[in-house]
């Protein structure tokens, strides 16, 4: 994460939550009076956004200093003090909801990510996420999956090279060769971008690999044709497996011999972590 995408973010929550002001806080709370407040788990997980919490607290008011945050990625239990904030009440008031909106997502998917890294554990298979991300919050959701132990996919459209069934639909449509569509392509491409092909039927591999696929990504295959696909690719490109991944299912994924296995749920539909803030 870079702190221009923190502060964007953050800019944004504040505007939407904060647009003339808290009346709340305005009404009820002295302007002069101070407050510390701790940020508080009501369950176990693994933390994310520690920087993210800090900066949208000191947003609304520079004063306002934020310490004893834990580590990214360190497991904690419920009742464990996460970070303190201490400063003018009524920033802190006006900045919680914003700063635990972030905090509680970021940790509820570094928290889900960890799960499957754990099942998947011993196998030599990477468990990475995807671009089915929340509009606006990609940056700091695939920071949380690496603080669970997960890995990035490709960032956005101009990352890399990925021939989805859609733009395979349509080079078939036209009557082209794969092979030599992605031989067209290849020649088209510098020499340091990734080319990924997604195939949706073992056969469709050969041309794949003749075609220069740098990684094939076998998406809703069965347990068997998922072995039969590495078998084939022989070590001659990565291999992904995707495609309704769970928790379930992801382990007997990994026992296939694939190099990756990407995982929507990490961000598509994650459960935020209930982290509270409490004031002192």
Known sequence: ??????????????????????LTAECFVPAETTAEAHLVAREPGVFSGGEVFSRAMSAVDPVVVVDDVAPEGARFEAGQRLATTRGPARAILTAERTALNLVQRMSGIATLTAEYVQAVHGTGARVVDTRKTTPGLRALERHAVRCGGGHNHRFCLSDAVMAKDNHLAVVSAGDHDLAEALRRARARLPHTTHLEVEVDRVDQIPAALDGGADTIMMDNFSLEDLRRGVELIGGRALTEASGGVTLETVGAIAQTGVDLISVGALTHSVRALDLGLDIR
């Open 1 to 22: 994460m870079q702190t221009a995408q923190i502060d964007d973010v953050i800019r944004l929550a504040l505007a939407e939550d904060v647009p003339f002001g808290d």
